[in-house]
């Protein structure tokens, strides 16, 4: 099946210097090589969205949250730092 697209200038131009340092025998060869490009960095677009909606959805999954306590929170940090210390 043919298609026919309009590239405008820049792209034209772009696709006769690849067909001129041989680095590609067709035109159809650096489109096709092109849209492979794309279509993989959409399937990693497509993969990075899964894992993002996934820790959306486990954030919600896990309840509301709670106001910060910064003393709790330096006791805590206290603790483990001791803990570490001793080599427990």
Not at 10 to 19: A, P, T, V, W
Not at 24 to 46: N, T
Not at 54 to 67: C, K, R, V, Y
Request: proline share 1%; charged share 30%; no cysteine.
């Amino acid at each position: 099946m043919a298609s026919s697209y309009t590239l405008g200038t820049h792209y034209e131009g772009f696709i006769r210097d690849l067909l001129e340092s041989g680095r590609y025998a067709s035109a159809s060869e650096i489109v096709r090589d092109g849209l492979r490009a794309l279509e993989e960095r959409e399937q990693v677009r497509a993969a990075k969205m899964q894992v993002l909606k996934a820790a959306i959805d486990e954030g919600f999954a896990s309840g509301e949250s709670e106001p910060l306590d910064m003393d709790s929170i330096k006791v805590e940090a206290r603790l483990a730092f001791a803990k570490s210390a001793r080599g427990a």
